[in-house]
Each structure stands twice: as structure tokens, then as C-alpha cells.
């Protein structure tokens, strides 16, 4: 029964992509500068119903989760305990795009959003100089 178990884990986990997601913000910055990619900035917040549905859209849809492993790095950050000076945040989900120089790159997504929008707005981001 545990061999299942474990078999049923695999396989369950296998199918669905992961965001790599970085240990805080400090790391982030020093992970986006060392390989010269953006950084994802997601304020979330417990309870908030947005925040679930846009975690899931980072962290299940294969397509976004591979297009930020590949492009950016992603730190999460909870809303009542991360508020970074520079980066205006009332409401969760909030997500920022910032250049490793702590820069902001173009709006930032307010609320959820389904993934073939949030793609869009990722790629909007990539090829953003």
C-alpha cells in the first residue's frame, strides 16, 4: 500500500510544472543579477481568495510556471509582513516586475489572472528593456 502511495505522489506531481520560487527578497535580487533575469515580486496574503487563484495559475499551468522558471525569479512575499519601500502595495494579489537594479518594469498586475493573460503580460515584461 505505501509503494502505491508513493508511486501515486510521483506521478501526481510529475504532471503539474512548479514555479521555482526564490526564499525571500534579498535572494531574489541576488539570483535575478547572477543569471540577468527580471524578478517576480508576488504580495499575497492569507485567506485571500485572488491570491489562491493566482498561485495556482503561477504554480500549475505548466506553460506559466516553465515561462518564469526560464525568464524570471519568483519571490512571494506576504503582504502584512514584506512591504518593500518603492513598491506601492494596498490590496493582494500584487505582482511586480522589477529588474535586478531594484527598477520597476512597466504596471503592475492588480488581482488575479487566468493564464493566457498572465502569459501575456509575462512575455509584455521579458521583452520590456
Not at 531574489?28 to 481568495?49: D, H, I, M, P, R
Not at 524570471?72 to 500584487?94: E, I, N
Request: charged share 25%; glycine share 4%.
Amino acid at each position: 500500500m505505501y509503494k502505491i502511495f508513493l508511486i501515486l505522489i510521483f506521478v501526481t506531481t510529475s504532471l503539474f510544472a512548479v514555479t521555482d520560487w526564490a526564499e525571500d527578497y534579498k535572494s531574489a535580487l541576488k539570483e535575478a543579477k547572477s543569471q540577468q533575469k527580471k524578478v517576480l515580486v508576488y504580495f499575497t496574503k492569507e485567506g485571500c481568495e485572488k491570491c489562491d487563484e493566482m498561485a495556482w495559475t503561477m504554480n500549475s499551468d505548466q506553460d506559466v510556471s516553465e515561462y518564469i522558471n526560464t525568464h524570471f525569479v519568483a519571490v512571494a512575499l506576504d503582504l502584512d509582513y514584506d512591504r518593500r519601500q518603492g513598491l506601492k502595495v494596498y490590496s493582494a494579489p500584487t505582482i511586480y516586475f522589477i529588474n535586478f537594479n531594484e527598477k520597476q518594469i512597466g504596471d503592475p498586475v492588480i488581482g488575479a489572472l487566468g493564464p493566457k493573460t498572465f502569459l501575456l503580460k509575462l512575455n509584455e515584461v521579458e521583452n520590456t528593456k
